[in-house]
């Protein structure tokens, strides 16, 4: 009883790291350009997916390294790309939110299914990133759980790094304020709205690395993650790193336990809960600062 | 677009449909194609209303959809009540639950509505695969196998002859579009455009959002409850797949064609898809891949779909002819 309590709290602090960096994503993306993107949970698989390539071209010896050497930059690429291409032309219509809707939507079809096709329905598997675990008496942290929850924590850091102290950063936030002072004081917000879809894709891509070497990959993950990442931010607050990171810990453990006591069927429902719950008593969720 | 031109489409696409029976009449697969295209075209109706007119971005449609259906198969089944009784009942369910969900949207913008309508859905699927759903008698993840036939006046409609089932279909949809119609061209439709355009001035001229959007989140979900369970008793059996993205997908693709806020857009685009959606059947897994990219196109190349198409080819046209010249 002791010993699960305790197994249940450190996976819901390693799942609520990672949740934390792909809800710092989102709110990043929405917070600075308002575009709903249906297609985050794919990019997650993505991230997955990517990582299970190189560890087969590679091999597994070189480890981690090479993997997110390489994943990280090609997953911005990839963010970039898509932005411009499909959710930047839609822009200047009046109704660009539903459409940008539809056409993540739409990614989101095309990338699960393109999965599907090239991978197969077969669930993969990465290697753990650490081998072996801590003991202390007989509490067991596996180094693989210690590994996953430094690195996002990390990465969460070097992006608030970023997003204080940096130009594109001050950039960012300055467009999330007032777009149109922005537009005023010469930032191209198009390079801007471009740059935080990629840095968020890459956030993502990152947590579905992460997260598939303790679980699996299948093509049709992302959906639950992209919920969460929702509900994570929406709790926390849009706009808010710092409200995210409780929020991400928070539900980390709240799904944990509800995973434990109840069954997993039950965590949606217990997340759904927690969103309704926040949204009727404080909209703007816990740190919220806009929106 | 006048309500003239709305009903002249309409009555076009569903004259056309009237006909088709007498050609198409003794295939039986032709003629269950025709059925779901009239059973989707109401949903895709519906979506448009609330998302298009309306301007909330609801994604719950489908949950309301499959709520409405688990509904009034559980009605029949478990209680014995007539099929025509339960899908009405499931209706009126399905309306309660979607004022439920409204409720905390009236407080929200934007994409949180969508979020929160896209959790309802996405909450749906554990809900009845699990014990909850199993203890309500949805059959947890294997489904309702058995449903009873529609019965009408002593006559027994059923999938296995669809002829008489498609007019019946035909009827009770054609009255569900045309009340969509009305509320589209009335007061109501009105009051929702002003509402989606400038939300503090339409109540600052006393347009209680409040009010109409909790109607139509009632009205919506009460008619995509009714196509629920009138699906649920052509089709006879339910299962948690209609939950998947792919419908959801499917039913976006009908708005995207048909052009969301272009009214009978959505019951063509409806059409159109359900019709591709067969064609395409024999690719198997590419066939969602192709919808995926179909999607993207249309969605970037004609935003306003057909409807929208039609429309700025004739107006290009006046306007070259009234514009002043300088």
Not at chain 2, 15 to 20: D, F, H, K, N, S
Request: charged share 10%; proline share 3%.
């Amino acid at each position: 009883m002791y010993l699960e309590l305790i197994d249940v709290l450190i996976s819901g602090l390693t799942n609520g790291s990672v949740y934390a960096l792909m809800a710092a994503g989102l709110t990043l993306v929405y917070g600075v350009s308002k575009a709903f993107n249906f297609a985050y949970g794919s990019f997650f698989s993505l991230g997955g997916y990517i990582a299970w390539m190189l560890m087969a071209v590679f091999g597994t010896a070189k480890g981690y390294f090479f993997v997110f050497i390489l994943s990280v930059p090609l997953l911005l690429l990839i963010g970039y790309g898509v932005e411009r291409i499909i959710v930047s032309p839609l822009r200047k219509r009046q109704d660009w939110e539903v459409k940008v809707m539809m056409v993540t939507l739409g990614l989101a079809l095309l990338l699960d299914n393109s999965f599907q096709v090239v991978f197969g329905a077969r669930m993969k598997s990465l290697p753990p990133i650490m081998e072996g675990a801590l003991t202390i008496n007989d509490v067991i942290v596996s180094y693989q759980d210690m590994a996953i929850f430094i690195l996002s924590i990390a990465s969460i850091l070097c992006f608030r790094w970023m997003l204080n102290n940096t130009r594109l950063g001050m950039a960012a936030r300055a467009v999330a304020q007032n777009p149109a002072g922005a537009q005023i004081v010469g930032i191209p917000q198009n390079i801007i709205f471009a740059s935080t879809f990629a840095v968020s894709t890459a956030m993502v891509g990152v947590g579905g690395i992460l997260l598939s070497q303790k679980y699996f990959i299948s093509p049709a993950d992302g959906w639950d993650i992209l919920v969460k990442a929702w509900v994570i931010t929406a709790f926390g607050g849009m706009g808010s790193i710092r409200g995210s990171l409780y929020a991400a810990f928070i539900l980390g453990m709240l799904e944990a336990c509800v995973g434990w006591l109840f069954g997993m069927s039950w965590i949606l429902v217990a997340n759904f809960a927690v969103l309704v719950t926040t949204l009727a008593i404080r909209p703007q969720g816990l740190f919220g600062k806009w929106g | 677009m006048n309500w003239k031109n709305m009903a002249a489409i309409m009555a076009a696409i569903y004259g056309i449909m009237a006909m088709l029976p007498f050609f198409l009449g003794k295939t039986n697969f032709v003629m269950h194609i025709l059925i779901m295209c009239l059973i989707w075209a109401v949903v895709a109706s519906c979506w448009d209303l609330i998302m298009g007119f309306a301007g909330i971005f609801s994604f719950g449609q489908v949950a309301f959809f499959v709520i409405g259906a688990y509904a009034s198969a559980i009605v029949s089944n478990t209680y014995h009540v007539s099929p025509a009784g339960a899908i009405l009942l499931a209706g009126g369910f399905t309306a309660a639950v979607g004022i439920l969900v409204g409720l905390p949207c009236l407080r929200l913008k934007g994409a949180y509505v969508a979020l929160v309508t896209f959790a309802v859905h996405m909450t749906l699927e554990p809900l009845l695969k699990g014990d909850f759903g199993r203890a309500i008698g949805t059959g947890g993840s294997r489904g309702i196998m058995a449903i009873a036939p529609l019965k009408l006046f002593g006559v027994t409609f059923s999938s296995a002859d669809p002829v008489p089932f498609f007019y019946l279909t035909l009827i009770f949809f054609i009255i569900c579009t045309l009340i969509i119609l009305f509320v589209i061209k009335s007061y109501w439709g009105t009051a929702f455009v002003a509402l989606k355009d400038s939300e503090n001035l339409a109540a600052s001229l006393g347009i209680s959002a409040f009010k109409y959007k909790l109607t139509v989140f009632a009205l919506t979900s009460f008619i995509t409850g009714l196509a629920g369970g009138f699906y649920c008793h052509y089709v006879g059996m339910l299962s948690h797949r209609l939950l998947g993205v792919d419908l959801f997908v499917t039913l976006m693709v009908m708005l995207a064609i048909g052009g969301i806020g272009h009214y009978p857009g959505a019951i063509i685009g409806a059409f159109i898809t359900v019709t591709l959606n067969e064609l395409l059947a024999p690719l198997g897994t590419y066939r969602p891949l192709i919808i995926g990219i179909l999607i993207i196109l249309l969605v970037l190349l004609f935003p306003d779909g057909i409807i929208g198409l039609v429309q700025k080819v004739f107006t290009s046209k006046a306007d070259k002819a009234t514009k002043p010249v300088y």
